[in-house]
């Protein structure tokens, strides 16, 4: 099969082909370049430090905004503030993270990475200090803003973080490891609040989180290095390498001038064969081309990175094009599932305490706190293997279809949250209803959170797939640059925190007001229509990505 096909942002090739049969070798992509410095260029240990630092900022930014959720009845007593005053507060809160995004993603690349998490922890800590003390709904109101501006980075500029390092096609587990500790630290907050709250008070919850954050904070400021890399993305180190996957037989090879991956072959002669095919966005490394991975040079928290010389026009950019790629109908399909899924944890955390704390549970603070549990747990297999499982059968797919990989092969696999999400809410909502026993609402929420990390791996990885191939004319301007931080993500986050911010005006109202049974079978409806939308995606997906990609390029060549 020839690679005519290849023109299409977000179908790529990432098995070799010859003749009739699929090459078991992988095509990295992007291509990294000759650099030592350049972060895909790392050791496999430098990138998984990186990824650990950026784990432990997730968990504990997630933390800082869901500490008090399991709290929320008897902070509501002791501060005045009405329950459904705590859940629009908590809008406000996601409404900001996704407004501040505009902000804090394009700061990342005129000023670094790094920069910008420290600032982020340590902004973040100090607005939580002033929680303790807010008084009024104005107030809660303001430290629920203010807290979303800085932890805002946790949403957006992580998922950067970890396409700066790993290659395409090993993405998904990382991806999944952070989307894990970003679900499981909004549950985490709560099950360790609900013990804090009964023995030392509700401001006690803040004082700790405060302190972790800045142990946070320090770790980043030892151990995190920046990934921000001006790549020169038309020079690669060959046009087209390959990791092999297969060991080689040193006897069968010796001597066969044949085999491809034949142990003495020099490094002109791979250059020799890739200037001879047609050039692929991607790189291979066999076993003779020279490729030294970098390992972690040890702790050098003095360096940062030099503001970047096209910082002002970033940050213009960085306001200006988000909003100009809402004309996509595939922006705003994303915006949709991702808030869809950011929505349904948000549930858990808005309705759990009314209901496990009223009659006929009854259940203490502690208790409510502690049934968090079961969807911390529930997020783990959801997300670490959910990557792990996407990764793989984007490869078996790719396999399938002549070593070429579309963006929408992996959201074949929504058909898990579609059947089984439906099933989770029905429990929440029917289960107290009807005075089942308690369990039955919480594996209902442990189902939710099961699935809604997988739901958004593959709805983050596939906005990546789609828009960031996609080059500006000028490589070497600030186009590049604001391209290099990801606009389609901060239009897809935006758009779901807007929903996300609209829905908590709703909660109370829907579930409490409405009635459980209503709330249960509606809700089923609604996100069943709403996963249905991936069957009209998988048709037509990639004659949107077709039609969509002029005016992409019209945004960012602006």
């Known amino acids: 099969m020839t690679d005519t096909v290849l023109d ?29 410095d350049d972060p895909l260029n790392w050791t496999q240990k430098r990138k998984y430090l990186m990824l650990s630092c950026l784990v432990f900022y997730t968990i504990t930014a997630t933390i800082l905004s869901s500490d008090l959720y399991s709290v929320f009845d008897p902070l509501s007593a002791s501060t005045g503030l009405s329950l459904d005053q705590l859940n629009v507060g908590t809008g406000y809160l996601y409404l900001f993270i996704g407004v501040s995004t505009l902000i804090s993603q394009p700061a990342s690349l005129a000023f670094g990475k790094r920069p910008t998490y420290l600032i982020s922890a340590f902004g973040a800590a100090l607005v939580n200090i002033w929680t303790a003390f807010a008084k009024g709904n104005s107030q809660w109101i303001a430290s629920r803003l203010l807290l979303g501006f800085f932890i805002s980075p946790s949403f957006t500029l992580v998922e950067v973080s970890i396409a700066d390092v790993f290659f395409l096609h090993e993405r998904s587990f990382p991806l999944g490891l952070y989307i894990n500790f970003l679900f499981g630290g909004v549950s985490l907050g709560p099950i360790l609040s609900g013990y804090i709250y009964e023995g030392l008070g509700w ?13 946070m904070g320090l770790v980043l400021f030892f151990f995190l290095e920046e990934t921000t890399f001006e790549r020169d993305h038309t020079e690669c180190a060959s046009d087209s390498v390959i990791i092999s996957s297969e060991p080689l037989d040193a006897e069968q090879d010796e001597g066969d001038p044949k085999n491809p991956d034949k142990a003495d072959r020099t490094t002109t002669s791979v250059e ?12 291979a490394i066999t076993d003779a081309t020279p490729f030294t991975p ?53 549930l858990i ?22 049934t968090f549990l079961a969807p911390f747990l529930s997020a783990i297999p959801g997300a670490v293997y959910g990557g792990y499982i996407t990764d793989k059968f984007v490869l078996r797919q790719a396999k399938k279809h002549h070593g070429i990989t579309e963006a929408e092969h992996k959201l074949k696999l929504y058909i898990i949250p579609a059947v089984l999400c439906p099933i989770g809410l ?26 809604g990390p997988l739901a958004t791996i593959l709805t983050v990885s596939y906005v990546f797939d789609c828009y960031h191939p996609i080059r500006p004319k000028n490589e070497h301007g600030v186009q590049a640059c604001a391209q290099d931080m990801a606009p389609y993500l901060l239009s897809t986050i ?7 911010f609209g829905f908590n005006y709703v909660i109370t109202p829907w579930c409490f007001g409405w009635g459980l049974r209503n709330f249960a079978i509606s809700s089923a409806l609604i996100i069943t229509v709403i996963n249905a939308t991936v069957l009209a995606v998988l048709k037509f997906g990639k004659r949107l990505r077709r039609i969509g990609e002029h005016g992409y390029r019209k945004s960012i060549d602006w």
């Open 203 to 215: 401001r006690a919850i803040i004082w700790l989180s405060t302190g972790l954050t800045v142990i």
């Open 494 to 500: 935006l758009l779901a925190m807007v929903f996300t």
């Open 272 to 283: 020799q064969e890739a200037s001879q095919s047609r050039p692929v966005e991607g790189m």
């Open 349 to 370: 955390a808005a309705i759990s305490s009314g209901i496990l704390a009223a009659p006929p549970y009854n259940f203490s603070t502690s208790a409510v706190g502690l």
């Open 294 to 346: 970098s390992p972690w040079p040890g702790p050098r928290f003095w360096k940062f990175m030099k503001p970047h010389r096209y910082a002002l026009g970033i940050m213009v950019r960085g306001i200006a094009q988000p909003l100009m790629l809402y004309r996509l109908p595939l922006i705003w399909w994303s915006g949709l599932m991702y808030a869809t899924y950011q929505i349904c944890f948000n």
């Open 426 to 451: 029905l429990m929440m909502g029917l289960g107290p209803y009807y005075g089942a026993h308690w369990i039955v609402y919480v594996l209902g929420c442990a189902i939710v959170n099961l699935i």
């Open 8 to 36: 299409v942002p977000g179908t790529a090739r990432i098995y070799q082909e010859q003749g009739e049969t699929v090459q078991n070798a992988v095509t990295l992509i992007p291509a990294p370049s000759k650099s030592p």
